[in-house]
């Protein structure tokens, strides 16, 4: 493999670095190239579901399978896109955005209880045929906590909803890109 | 230290009973300890597994052990590059085939004395009465040579296709290697056996084992296999480090072949690698072989300048045991069942 950044132009930095909405510096950028190049091993362009789970410390988190959905398949623009909610100048409303679509699994735009209650399950590692009692428990504790802050079971929450609820809690998203 | 009890031994699942990983990787910023009762915010708010996620995503310690670096380059102005390309042709004209010849002049006495020997004799000197194996760090298949020039080593490797394999099948048979299978499913019991076998047989030449498992870019060290630190013996650990001024000896698997490698290392000027041969080891009382495998991994790095990342090789072959998700989230789980007491 030989230097990276001589197969991304200048034209190719900027044109990523607008996407992005300037979310990383230019040596960031070259930084997340060498990365995509490296994690992108048969050149097909983009990271395949195999290889990001190649890598171990991304495939022991609990919630390798939700953001393998978001991630597959997507070439480096796009790559460096998703990446960019975890950027220092990311605002917080696009931290929450990018939560809210880590719930909204099939992209309608309104989270669920089920959505909650299922990456409840993955972050405790409960499922449907096990632990029962866990479930079951697990399934009150959403419904208390809901409750709680005025929503129902039944309640279809938007993105406006989770601003509000996480808007003001120093949420915390924050990756370092490593450059040479 | 923590050692979860027996090994799964199924081919899909890797053994990972090593030191606890999360040790290692980085929480700082998982789940902080909560006050007060539990709230829909904090339910919603999976900002700290998601910023590992990402992590990983960006960088991880295992693939950086895999990683070629390139070096730099210096034959960029008028005046060196010329030197340059003098160098490539005598490095490609002269030394290269001037080490062809040695290498085939070599080959034929070795072979005309060697098949009739095998034939006739079968019997090996009596060098080591000790019960002790050698342990070294892995960069490439070379460190077996240049580890041959302190006494025939009988080492331990994986079984390769093509003419390495018949190599190994033929000539380092003779002096006692043994193989293994990465891929086969009950191959680590065989090959604890014959490790066994082979160590308390009398006349055998030394064992020599690489206990990383697979080659690593000899800056890191990966995980040791407490194979060859439960055979009962002494322990001596070598450590290698290659300086890569006129070449990188690392041989990276997923990137090139063997003959590729051995080309490269060819043309090139020299192999320059410092060897150190360090005290021998045992295990000390109430010590388990995996504290031991970590004890001489501590020795061998700070001695060859290598960090120790806490993976094990095989994972570039096959997935993690889903463990240690499970211990992450049995955690995650422990600390929201905790606050719900809390009202």
Same mark, same amino acid.
């Given at each position: 493999?030989?230097?990276?950044?001589?197969?991304?132009?200048?034209?190719?930095?900027?044109?990523?670095?607008?996407?992005?909405?300037?979310?990383?510096?230019?040596?960031?950028?070259?930084? !997340?190239?060498?990365?995509?190049?490296?994690?992108?091993?048969?050149?097909?362009?983009?990271?395949?579901?195999?290889?990001?789970?190649?890598?171990?410390?991304?495939?022991?988190?609990?919630?390798?399978?939700?953001?393998?959905?978001?991630?597959?398949?997507?070439?480096?623009?796009?790559?460096?896109?998703?990446?960019?909610?975890?950027?220092?100048?990311?605002?917080?409303?696009?931290?929450?955005?990018?939560?809210?679509?880590?719930?909204?699994?099939?992209?309608?735009?309104?989270?669920?209880?089920?959505?909650?209650?299922?990456?409840?399950?993955?972050?405790?590692?409960?499922?449907?045929?096990?632990?029962?009692?866990? +479930?079951? !428990?697990?399934?009150?504790?959403?419904?208390?906590? #809901?409750?709680?802050?005025?929503?129902?079971?039944?309640?279809?929450?938007?993105?406006?909803?989770?601003v509000k609820i996480l808007g003001n809690s120093g949420l915390k998203i924050e990756v370092e890109v490593p450059v040479d | 230290m923590r050692s979860p009890g027996q090994l799964k031994s199924s081919s899909s699942e890797?053994?990972?009973?090593?030191?606890?990983?999360?040790? $290692?990787?980085?929480?700082?910023?998982?789940?902080?300890?909560?006050?007060?009762?539990?709230?829909?915010?904090?339910?919603?708010?999976?900002?700290?597994?998601?910023?590992?996620?990402?992590?990983?995503?960006?960088?991880?310690?295992?693939?950086?052990?895999?990683?070629?670096?390139?070096?730099?380059?210096?034959?960029?102005?008028? $005046?060196?590059?010329?030197?340059?390309?003098?160098? &490539? &042709?005598?490095?490609?004209?002269?030394?290269?085939?001037?080490?062809?010849?040695? #290498?085939?002049?070599?080959?034929?006495?070795?072979?005309?004395?060697?098949?009739? +020997?095998?034939?006739?004799?079968?019997?090996?000197?009596?060098?080591?009465?000790?019960?002790?194996?050698?342990?070294?760090?892995?960069?490439s298949m070379i460190d077996f040579i240049i580890l041959e020039q302190m006494t025939a080593f009988a080492v331990i490797m994986q079984k390769h296709p093509g003419w390495v394999g018949l190599l190994q099948s033929t000539i380092l048979e003779s002096v006692g290697c043994i193989w293994f299978n990465r891929s086969e499913a009950k191959d680590r019991e065989i090959v604890a056996r014959k490790l066994r076998d082979h160590v308390?047989?009398?006349?055998?030449?030394?064992?020599?084992?690489?206990?990383?498992?697979?080659?690593?870019?000899?800056?890191?060290?990966?995980?040791?296999?407490?194979?060859?630190?439960?055979?009962?013996?002494?322990?001596?650990?070598?450590?290698?480090? $290659?300086?890569?001024?006129?070449?990188?000896?690392?041989?990276?698997?997923?990137?090139?072949?063997?003959?590729?490698?051995?080309?490269?290392?060819?043309?090139?000027?020299? +192999?320059?690698?410092?060897?150190?041969?360090?005290?021998?080891?045992?295990?000390?009382?109430?010590?388990?072989?995996?504290?031991?495998?970590?004890?001489?991994?501590?020795?061998?790095?700070?001695?060859?300048? #290598?960090?120790?990342?806490?993976?094990?090789?095989?994972?570039?072959?096959?997935?993690?045991?889903?463990?240690?998700?499970?211990?992450?989230?049995?955690?995650?789980?422990?600390?929201?069942?905790?606050?719900?007491?809390?009202?």
């Amino acid at each position: 493999m030989g230097n990276a950044s001589s197969m991304l132009t200048q034209y190719d930095i900027e044109e990523v670095q607008q996407h992005c909405n300037h979310a990383f510096s230019q040596q960031e950028i070259v930084s !997340l190239y060498e990365r995509f190049c490296q994690l992108d091993r048969n050149n097909g362009g983009f990271i395949s579901a195999e290889e990001f789970l190649s890598v171990p410390e991304f495939a022991v988190n609990p919630l390798s399978q939700r953001l393998l959905r978001m991630v597959d398949g997507l070439n480096f623009k796009e790559f460096v896109a998703f990446l960019s909610a975890f950027s220092p100048h990311a605002t917080l409303h696009q931290k929450i955005e990018f939560i809210f679509k880590v719930y909204d699994s099939d992209g309608n735009g309104k989270v669920t209880f089920t959505d909650m209650l299922d990456v409840l399950r993955d972050l405790t590692g409960t499922f449907i045929s096990e632990k029962q009692r866990e +479930v079951g !428990l697990y399934f009150q504790v959403l419904t208390d906590v #809901l409750d709680e802050a005025g929503y129902t079971k039944d309640s279809l929450m938007i993105l406006s909803d989770f601003v509000k609820i996480l808007g003001n809690s120093g949420l915390k998203i924050e990756v370092e890109v490593p450059v040479d | 230290m923590r050692s979860p009890g027996q090994l799964k031994s199924s081919s899909s699942e890797l053994d990972l009973d090593g030191p606890n990983i999360e040790d $290692y990787l980085p929480s700082g910023s998982s789940i902080q300890e909560p006050l007060g009762k539990l709230r829909l915010r904090d339910l919603l708010d999976i900002s700290p597994t998601l910023t590992e996620a990402a992590g990983a995503i960006v960088d991880d310690s295992f693939t950086r052990c895999f990683k070629s670096n390139q070096p730099e380059p210096w034959n960029w102005n008028i $005046y060196l590059f010329p030197l340059w390309c003098f160098g &490539v &042709v005598f490095r490609y004209f002269i030394l290269f085939p001037l080490r062809v010849i040695v #290498l085939t002049i070599g080959w034929i006495i070795f072979l005309s004395s060697f098949i009739p +020997v095998h034939s006739l004799l079968k019997g090996h000197d009596k060098l080591r009465k000790k019960l002790e194996v050698f342990v070294a760090n892995h960069t490439s298949m070379i460190d077996f040579i240049i580890l041959e020039q302190m006494t025939a080593f009988a080492v331990i490797m994986q079984k390769h296709p093509g003419w390495v394999g018949l190599l190994q099948s033929t000539i380092l048979e003779s002096v006692g290697c043994i193989w293994f299978n990465r891929s086969e499913a009950k191959d680590r019991e065989i090959v604890a056996r014959k490790l066994r076998d082979h160590v308390q047989g009398t006349d055998n030449n030394p064992l020599l084992i690489f206990p990383e498992g697979t080659c690593v870019n000899n800056h890191y060290t990966v995980m040791f296999k407490k194979g060859a630190f439960e055979l009962g013996c002494t322990v001596c650990p070598v450590a290698i480090k $290659y300086n890569k001024i006129f070449v990188d000896a690392f041989w990276n698997s997923r990137k090139q072949s063997f003959t590729m490698h051995l080309l490269q290392l060819m043309t090139s000027w020299a +192999v320059v690698c410092d060897v150190w041969y360090l005290e021998p080891q045992t295990l000390r009382p109430g010590e388990t072989a995996i504290e031991f495998a970590e004890r001489v991994r501590d020795i061998i790095s700070v001695r060859a300048g #290598l960090k120790k990342v806490p993976w094990d090789g095989y994972l570039k072959y096959s997935r993690p045991s889903p463990k240690h998700r499970e211990r992450k989230q049995q955690s995650f789980a422990e600390s929201v069942l905790r606050r719900l007491d809390e009202k």
